[in-house]
């Protein structure tokens, strides 16, 4: 969605959506916005409750029942398996993304990991196509006047022409742009705490031969899975900017990181989305 700083201004019904790396500050900004009269909505939380939720908790199910004890107080009904996700807590999510490696280490087979990330891809493309509907819950139902989506850090690389068109049309859309020294210590925290990630198919297929040749390895069931994810996260980086550039430059916006890590109020964040509109 394309306007002048007087019409976001004046815009009754502001919605936006937050685009950049998971760790950049999506969410710290979100949060300057009062609860009270703006709507939070996570992709990410969206994800795992409405499209992955089934899947995560079968998992745990699973992982359950090689232990006799919990196995034997399964089948009886004695006790339950759920998935205790919140929108500040999306560790279920993550560990059933899982990541791809030699299995005794805790890494997932290559088919497993594959179909784990297709259903990732489809969660993400539900989710954020939710968002129309979420924006007219928000208001109708819930008497919110405002409504901000905090868009997963994946959300670059779907490459779905129609959901990115949605959220165009129906929101004011902030590309976050972490500046070098980000980067770098983004790279720094997924090197000390490698973290499971979602990968476009065509890339991770890419980076995974590079994988191999570099390290002389022809399989992934012999493959260090942290190993592999602290490697392939600086690629990944590269990968993904100039995915966020284009969406920001054909349906919105882009605010550097170090701006929207001054924003401490609404008022500030308001004042920061006009200025940038202005400058484009």
């Known amino acids: 969605m394309k306007m002048s700083p007087d019409a976001f201004l004046a815009w009754k019904n502001k919605a936006i959506t937050l685009l950049g790396m998971s760790g950049v500050g999506k969410t710290t900004l979100a949060n300057c916005l009062p609860k009270s009269s703006w709507f939070h909505y996570s992709a990410d939380y969206r994800i795992g409750t409405r499209y992955m939720g089934e899947a995560i908790i079968d998992n745990a199910k699973k992982e359950a029942m090689k232990v006799r004890f919990l196995r034997d107080l399964l089948c009886s009904d004695s006790i339950y398996i759920g998935s205790n996700i919140t929108v500040d807590n999306l560790e279920p999510l993550s560990s059933f993304l899982g990541k791809v490696g030699d299995r005794s280490k805790g890494g997932l087979s290559y088919d497993e990991f594959v179909a784990r990330q297709r259903l990732h891809r489809e969660g993400e493309i539900g989710a954020l196509g939710d968002v129309r509907t979420f924006i007219a819950k928000a208001k109708d139902i819930y008497g919110y006047d405002h409504f901000i989506n905090d868009a997963g850090g994946s959300a670059c690389e779907i490459n ?114 006009a200025e940038t509109v202005g400058r484009s």
Do not use: C
């Open 160 to 273: 779905h022409e129609e959901t990115i068109r949605s959220l165009a049309d129906h929101t004011l859309i902030l590309y976050i742009r972490a500046e070098r020294d980000m980067e770098d210590e983004l790279i720094r925290r997924q090197k000390e705490s490698p973290k499971p990630l979602y990968y476009q198919e065509g890339f991770f297929a890419e980076s995974l031969a590079e994988y191999f040749e570099e390290h002389g390895i022809d399989s992934t069931e012999t493959m260090d899975p942290d190993h592999f994810t602290r490697w392939i996260f600086p690629r990944l980086v590269e990968h993904r900017r100039p995915l966020y550039r284009s969406i920001a430059d054909n349906y919105g916006y882009t605010l550097s990181a170090s701006d929207a890590g001054r924003v401490r109020s609404e008022e500030e964040f308001l004042d920061l989305v």
